[in-house]
């Protein structure tokens, strides 16, 4: 049946899925994007946006469930837009990834080999409790207070008392404070109105360690919110829990930001510790890292240590080499490399996290690498005129991939190696096209699983100079 015709629904195939979690089909040429489908599903669909090359469909029904079609586990996985392959077996997960990587890299990177060249997804032995840090949105009533995360493409919160990815011991805090909002009438924030006081709980956990973060975000300050009591609540709950998975689990910081702004931005730098430190910790390999409320780090430590663990490897360093490690955040990689060469240079632009990255270097008593708080693609040509050459170039960037100008930088100067971590097939993909040009060959492509049940995809290359 024709899209956009006078029938009520049309018969197709799942064949992919989108960056956002919709199934694809197509019909009659047309490419048709459908909520709550996985490849293999037969379906009937309804259109409901119609446009010139695509259209957005409602899945009516499954006529052929896909062979790799699973019940989700979790009770609102329907609803909640934080994981959107819920309904989507495990390792089928992996082998969509691997191809959505292996995709972006041969049609916008055009690279041919990209297919031979992608080792498989190394994933999760058990994909579930993994998520270290969660941030939950709080909305409704003091009376019946929401607190979940949003709905699949909109703000409505979906209220859940749990989540399969978080640790078990989050559930309990999020009933803590839900209790705590009851007793002391705390208004929710208003997201239209921009009033109410408790916009966001933030939840981190040292899976290594045992540490406990708890952050409230307010909309307000000079308002009393009984925060000494509802640390006394929180140090009780953790501390009682027993939690097969994460060990000495206690109330390390319980801090309160605040936030007054009309933003989808959660966190600021305005923040007040309630009890305890200003830190928690955790440990990746031997290297022990310490982040304070604004610290970015890896949300799923077990496989963030695989991942640092095959940059090391694809690095093959002998001790004698000069690293730059761009848009090194808290200094994750950094540390790491460092232990195995000669000097290590780490470059980021938030302030607050080079504090976090010069602190770790301390405190595991690493004096081979410098911190410096720049933008990467300044800091890079400053560098070169300096006459720090380097031997190997790490970048990490954010989504949106390297600056342009950075990788002009590193076209003129032409490290012998590259690693690219990338979280961004597609920005991965643009940087690679642009750096082949110049005299350089990709020789390892290797996809990490950060966030299973999500199409999110952490992908390693190694690219190296072809020399002359």
């Known amino acids: 049946m024709k899209p956009g015709s006078d029938q009520q629904s049309i018969s197709l195939t799942i064949t992919d899925m989108s960056h956002d979690g919709k199934g694809i089909g197509h019909v009659d040429g047309q490419t048709i994007f459908v909520q709550e489908a996985v490849p293999g599903d037969q379906i009937e669909a309804a259109i409901e946006i119609q446009k010139k090359n695509y259209a957005v469909a ?62 498989p997804v190394i994933g999760m032995q058990d994909p579930l409790h993994y998520r270290s ?24 919160v979906i209220d859940a008392d749990v989540c399969e990815i978080q640790p078990v011991i989050c559930d309990q805090i999020r009933e803590t404070i839900r209790r705590h909002i009851n007793q002391y009438r705390i208004e929710p924030y208003n997201e239209e109105t921009h009033t109410g006081v408790l916009r966001h709980v933030i939840i981190r956990v040292g899976f290594a360690t045992g540490d406990v973060m708890v952050g409230l975000i307010l909309n307000q300050k000079d308002v009393s919110i009984a925060e000494n ?66 610290a970015f780090f890896q949300v799923n430590p077990v496989q963030t240590e ?38 290590v240079i780490g470059v980021e632009s938030v302030a607050e996290a080079i504090q976090d990255a010069q602190t770790n270097a301390q405190l595991n008593q690493i004096d081979n690498v410098t911190f410096i708080h720049s933008k990467s693609e300044e800091m890079a040509t400053q560098l070169v005129d300096q006459g720090y050459l380097p031997d190997l170039v790490v970048v990490d960037p954010p989504r949106k991939g390297c600056d342009a100008s950075l990788i002009e930088t590193l076209n003129q100067i032409k490290p012998d190696r590259i690693i690219y971590v990338s979280c961004n097939p597609a920005t991965l993909a643009r940087d690679i096209s642009l750096l082949l040009p110049a005299g350089y060959a990709v020789q390892t492509i290797q996809p990490v699983d950060l966030f299973p049940w999500t199409l999110h995809v952490e992908t390693v290359v190694l690219i190296t100079r072809v020399k002359e």
């Not at 409602?58 to 790799?68: E, F, K, N, Q, V």
């Not at 989808?264 to 890292?289: A, F, H, K």
């Not at 490897?313 to 790491?336: F, H, K, M, P, V």
């Open 58 to 119: 409602r899945c009516l029904s499954i006529t052929g469930p896909s062979p790799d079609r699973i019940e989700p586990s979790c009770p609102f996985a329907k609803h909640c837009g934080g994981c959107s392959l819920q309904s989507y077996d495990y390792q089928a997960q992996l082998l969509l990834k691997r191809r959505q990587v292996i995709d972006a890299l041969t049609r916008i990177g055009h690279l041919e080999e990209a297919e031979s060249l992608t080792g």
């Open 133 to 156: 840090k969660v941030q939950l949105p709080v909305r409704g009533t003091a009376e019946k207070p929401l607190i979940g995360f949003y709905e699949a493409n909109s703000h409505t």
């Open 229 to 294: 009591e509802l640390a006394r609540q929180l140090k009780q709950t953790i501390e009682m829990w027993s939690d097969d998975q994460i060990k000495n689990l206690h109330l390390s910081c319980f801090y309160i930001g605040y936030n007054m702004k009309k933003t989808n931005n959660i966190q600021t730098s305005d923040y007040l510790i309630v009890s305890g430190q200003p830190w928690i910790e955790e440990q990746i390999g031997s290297i022990r890292y310490r982040l304070s409320p604004l």
């Open 306 to 343: 695989k991942l640092f663990a095959e940059i090391v490897r694809l690095a093959s360093l002998t001790g004698n080499e000069q690293i730059w490690d761009l848009y090194c955040g808290t200094g994750s990689i950094s540390l790491q490399l460092a232990q195995k060469a000669k000097q």
